[in-house]
C-alpha cells in the first residue's frame, strides 16, 4: 500500500498474470467475433466454399490463443500467491450478495478492494460463457476442418478409417467421406455448432454489460478500476472492503 499525493491510498491488487491474460482474452475475443461474424453471415456476403474453410482455420487458430490463456488463468487461479488471483476471489458464494443489493437499494455501497459481490457474479458468468465457447469451438474444429486437438478423431470416423479416403479427405468438403458415418457424425456435432452459435449471442450481451458496469463503477467510485486492469494498482480515499482477507 502506498500513500499518493491526493491523501489517496495505492492498493496493489491484479497482478501481472491477471492482467496479461485480460488483455490476451479481450484481444482474441474480438478477432473471434469479428471473424465468426464473417462465418455467420458468410452466405449473404458471398463467401466462397475456399473462402470459408479460410475463415475457419483462421477463427481455429485465434481460438488456440483464447483456450491456451483460459487454459493458463484457470491454472493460475489454483496456484497464484495473489490471493486476487485465486477462485476466492472471483466465485460469488458467500460473499454477502444479498447484504450488498440491499445496501445498494438503501443507497450504501462501500469500496471494495477486490471484485465487489456483483462483480464476482458477472466474471464467473464470463468464465462460465467463455469455457462453453472454448470446449464447442475445439469439438466445431475438429468436425469441420479436421484441425487438432480432435481432427484425427473425426477424420477417422467419416471415413471409417479408410487410409486411402484419409490421404484424400479435405477440410470443409464431402468428398471423400463415407456419407452414413458423415451424416452420423453430422448429428454428434449439432448440439455443439446449436450451443456455439446461441451462446455468441449471449457472451455478446455479456461483453456489453462487462463494459457498461466497469464504466459505471469508474465513475461512480473513482478507485481507478479501468487504469488498475493495466498497472494492477487501485486508490482508494476510505478503507476498502477486503473479502479476500
Ligand atoms: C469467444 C469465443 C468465440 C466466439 C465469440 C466465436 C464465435 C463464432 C461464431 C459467431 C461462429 C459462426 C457460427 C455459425 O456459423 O453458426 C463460429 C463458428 C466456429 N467457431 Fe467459434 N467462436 C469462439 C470460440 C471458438 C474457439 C475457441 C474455437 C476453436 C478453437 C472455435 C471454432 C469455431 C469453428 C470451427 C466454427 C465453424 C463452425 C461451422 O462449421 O459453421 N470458436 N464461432
Redesign the pocket.
Known amino acids: 500500500m502506498n500513500q499518493t499525493s491526493d491523501n489517496l491510498k495505492e492498493y496493489a491488487v491484479w497482478d501481472s498474470s491477471v492482467r496479461w491474460f485480460h488483455w490476451i482474452n479481450a484481444l482474441?475475443?474480438i478477432g473471434?467475433?469479428a471473424?465468426?461474424?464473417v462465418?455467420?453471415n458468410?452466405k449473404a456476403i458471398g463467401v466462397s466454399g475456399e473462402g470459408?474453410v479460410l475463415l475457419?482455420t483462421v477463427?481455429?487458430?485465434?481460438?488456440?490463443v483464447?483456450?491456451l490463456n483460459i487454459l493458463w488463468r484457470l491454472i493460475v487461479a489454483f496456484v497464484a500467491s495473489n490471493r486476487f488471483s485465486r477462485w476466492g476471489a472471483i466465485l460469488p458464494m458467500g460473499v454477502g450478495f444479498s447484504g450488498y443489493i440491499k445496501g445498494a437499494k438503501s443507497g450504501y455501497l462501500p469500496a471494495y478492494l477486490g471484485h465487489n459481490p456483483i462483480a464476482r457474479f458477472m466474471v464467473s458468468l464470463l468464465f462460465a460463457?467463455?469455457l462453453i465457447?472454448?470446449v464447442?469451438?475445439?469439438v466445431?474444429?475438429g468436425?469441420?476442418?479436421y484441425?487438432p486437438p480432435l481432427g484425427t478423431f473425426f477424420a477417422d470416423w467419416v471415413t471409417g478409417g479408410d487410409t486411402e479416403k484419409l490421404a484424400q479427405l479435405v477440410p470443409?468438403s464431402k468428398e471423400f467421406v463415407d456419407k452414413e458415418l458423415y451424416s452420423e457424425m453430422r448429428d454428434f456435432?449439432k448440439p455443439f455448432?446449436t450451443l456455439?452459435?446461441y451462446v455468441?449471442f449471449v457472451?455478446?450481451a455479456v461483453v456489453v454489460l462487462h463494459i457498461a458496469a466497469v464504466v459505471v463503477a469508474e465513475q461512480r467510485e473513482k478507485n481507478g478500476l479501468i487504469s488498475a486492469m493495466f498497472t494492477g494498482r487501485k486508490v482508494f480515499s476510505e478503507k476498502p472492503v477486503d473479502l479476500e482477507n
Do not use: E, S
Open positions: 482474441a475475443i473471434l467475433i471473424v465468426g461474424t462465418i455467420l458468410g470459408k475457419k477463427h481455429v487458430y485465434i481460438g488456440y483464447f483456450c460463457v467463455l465457447m472454448a464447442t469451438g475445439i466445431l474444429a468436425t469441420d476442418v484441425m470443409g456435432r455448432i456455439h452459435y455468441f457472451l455478446l
